[in-house]
Structures are given as C-alpha cells and as structure tokens.
C-alpha cells in the first residue's frame, strides 16, 4: 500500500525541546558567535539609528511649527502694541523749519505760526504743551534748529492745522504726524521706493501715490510687499 500524501495543510510540527538543544549546540561554536555578533550588531544599530533619526526628525518637525505659532503670536501683539502707541500719538504734531531761541515759549511760537502762515486760530487752551526735540547741534557741533512736538488738548484743533499745513509751503517749515519707530520706518520705506511718486501720513496710515496713480495703504510690514 503506498505512503499516504502529505496534505498541504498540515503543519510541520519541531519537538522544541529538540529545537532548543540544536540551538544550545550550535551557539557553542567560536566560529558561529564570531559570525553572529557583528551582524547582530550591525542589524541593532542600524534599527536603533533608524529609529532615533525618525524621532528626532519628528521632533524637529514639532518645534519648527511651535517656533513659527510663537513667533507669528510676537507679531501680532507687537502689531497690537505699535497700534496703540500710534494711537496714543493722535493728538501730537511735529513742527519743523520754526526758528529757535535761547529763551522761548514754545507754545506762542505754534500759535503765532499758525496764524501768521496758514490763518489758523489755535486757542493757548487747545495746547497740552509743547518742546523741542533732540540734542541742540548736528554730528559736527553746528548748531540746528529742533523739531517742536505739539500735543493738543483736542483731536479736532490737531486735524484742522494738520489739513492746513500745505499754507506753510516756501515758508521752510513742515507740519508731520508723529509716528512710531516701526511707522518711521515704513514711511521712508514707502517713500525710496522707485514706484512711488510720494508718501504721505494720515492718522498713522502711510498713504503711497505709486507711478500708475495708483493709490496704497500701508498699515503693516506685509502692506509693504504690495509695493511693485
């Protein structure tokens, strides 16, 4: 009678005991270990390695987005904060060109101006006060005449002499809004720029007449981007 055919879905079974004895036999080769090791070893460190790049990178990916949360979050509140400085300045000017003397009242000097020049009658009680601004010589020693910031009591007497301030043309004295460092900086951006004719402010806003004609507003650093 022939062999019975093995089916193929039976398992071959190995008697551990006998499995585990071959095992404790070879693994007392020299030869065996020696070659054993070095690839084991390999094999750890390269999974160990594998393992520990993709964790590291997973956390590099962590805390490049968290560093970019952060900072995006410092530009907006210092967005914030320049806004409200800017705001704090609304009802201050600065007054350039306005001859200086050694004993003066500053505040006559904006009145009597304002009058003289562009027919505007400033109230003394529209006037917080009033000084002059910055050291009193240039870098070579000469002497210079300083800027004097107004701030007015009231918002609407600082527009009506802000919009008058063209009557001061060919007078060598110019009227500009107080602005903040960041602000500044914009203006004088907004202004080199070789697409823009000029640059003026409003309320704190840089106004930008461009080439085209075109007219932008420049409230932000991204603003700045829309410049062509």
Same mark, same amino acid.
């Given at each position: #009678? ?17 499995? %585990?004895?071959? *095992? ?6 020299? %030869? ?19 393992? #520990?790049?993709?964790? #590291? ?34 009802? %201050?000017? *600065?007054?350039? !060109?306005?001859?200086?003397? !050694? ?37 070579? !020693? ?11 009591? %009231? ?14 043309? !060919? ?55 829309? *410049?062509?």
């Amino acid at each position: #009678m022939p062999p019975k055919k093995q089916s193929s879905h039976e398992v071959l079974t190995i008697d551990p005991t006998i499995l %585990s004895a071959a *095992l404790v036999e070879a693994f007392k080769s020299k %030869s065996l270990i020696d070659a054993l090791v070095p690839a084991l070893t390999e094999a750890i460190t390269d999974a160990v390695s594998k393992n #520990m790049h993709e964790a #590291m990178q997973l956390e590099f990916v962590k805390r490049d987005e968290k560093i970019n949360q952060l900072n995006s979050k410092v530009r907006h509140l210092e967005h914030r904060l320049d806004d409200f400085e800017q705001y704090s300045r609304r009802n %201050s000017l *600065l007054v350039y !060109g306005i001859p200086e003397e !050694g004993q003066e009242n500053t505040d006559k000097k904006i009145i009597e101006a304002a009058k003289q020049y562009v027919n505007v009658d400033i109230p003394a009680t529209a006037i917080d006060r009033t000084h002059r601004l910055g050291a009193k010589t240039d870098r070579t !020693g000469e002497p210079r005449t300083r800027p004097i910031i107004v701030k007015f009591n %009231s918002y609407n007497i600082r527009a009506v002499f802000y919009r008058a301030r063209a009557g001061f043309k !060919g007078k060598n004295i110019f009227v500009r809004e107080s602005l903040t460092p960041e602000r500044q900086r914009w203006l004088k951006q907004a202004r080199n720029h070789p697409s823009s004719v000029k640059a003026w402010t409003q309320d704190g806003r840089i106004e930008v007449k461009m080439k085209n004609n075109a007219k932008l507003i420049i409230n932000s650093e991204n603003d700045l981007k829309k *410049l062509p």
